[in-house]
């Protein structure tokens, strides 16, 4: 069995450091970080993310503002307020929670965030910046799993990563992390990709962002792979209070035995993300007053 990847502990961890420099400030008399949320409609899942969210927020004394709309929102008047937040000399940094309404086009909201407020780093500006030698904001899910591999002193250097799964937000700028900032060598795999169990069995490190449970099962997997697995699938489940369970992409049980690190889910990359959205604000806000 695999030694876990305790994301919980690690972002634990991130959010003492962060509440730390947050005193110090306080001391100083400063002002603190301040972030605000766009959330739009009734997504479940949605409203549960910016839920941790402000509650991190809170966690560290942060200031956060929720600006919450009916899915009935209009592109026009969603630019309007993207505007007054990149105007706001008392924002230090924003995000709009994603999925959007269909009528509301991702392509044409995320280049309206001002870069250097923009701490989810979805910007051209703040992604281009992972392959140069001064990082900006960098996108919050694979910075938190390049935190977890480093605070657990995962070997990447030389090492063969694999990623399935090459969406914007997750394993496109994690690829170029993983050359970048990891020196390791890298395939992306996507939903085109054939005989995806070929790709996967030459795996040191296996990153999977889907969004399909079970999609990695044991025989896809060689023995003391690492295992990252980001998915994170609602499953009805009327034992639980919520009336869900939340599943990742890799078979656990059967695929924990084989890894020599594996992460969780829920309790792996999950935290990772909000306590990066942290750490991009507090750099928002530092660079903001420098
Ligand atoms: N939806 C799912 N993950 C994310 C994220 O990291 N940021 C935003 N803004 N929306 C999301």
Redesign the pocket.
């Known amino acids: 069995m695999g030694l876990l990847l305790d994301g919980k502990k690690i972002a634990n961890e991130i959010q003492s450091e962060v509440a730390q420099r947050v005193g110090e400030l306080i001391n100083n008399n400063k002002r603190v970080p301040h972030l605000a ?1 766009i959330l739009i409609g009734e997504d479940g ?2 409203h549960s ?1 910016v839920n941790g969210k402000m509650k991190a927020c809170k966690a560290v004394g942060f200031e956060y503002t929720l600006l919450q709309f009916a899915t009935t929102i209009t592109e026009k008047k969603l630019f309007k307020h993207i505007e007054q937040l990149n105007q706001d000399d008392d924002i230090d940094g924003f ?5 959007l309404p269909k009528h509301i086009s991702v392509e044409h909201i995320i280049p309206l965030i001002d870069s250097k407020k923009d701490v ?1 780093g ?1 910007t051209n500006h703040n992604f281009g910046s992972i392959v140069s030698d001064q990082p900006l904001l960098l ?3 694979p910075f938190g799993v390049m935190e977890l591999l480093k605070r657990y002193q995962v070997t990447t250097k030389g090492k063969h990563c694999v990623i399935v799964g090459a969406s914007r ?2 394993g496109a700028p994690m690829s170029l992390m993983m050359v970048e900032q990891a020196q390791a060598t890298v395939t992306i795999c996507h939903k085109f990709t054939q005989d995806l169990a070929k790709h996967t069995r030459n795996a040191d490190i296996l990153i999977v962002a889907v969004g399909k449970p079970g999609l990695i099962t044991a025989d896809m997997v060689k023995s003391g792979v690492v295992i990252i697995d980001v998915g994170t699938t609602r499953i009805p489940d009327a034992t639980k209070k919520s009336g869900f369970r939340l599943s990742g992409d890799v078979d656990f049980e059967k695929v924990a035995p084989l890894s020599s690190f594996i992460t969780p889910v829920p309790g792996g990359v999950g935290p990772l ?1 909000i306590a990066s ?1 942290l750490l991009n604000t507090l750099k928002a806000y530092e660079r903001h007053h420098d």
Do not use: G
């Open positions: 949320i899942a949605s993310y995000i709009v929670q994603l999925p989810d979805f996108p919050a899910t937000i997750v993300t959205l």
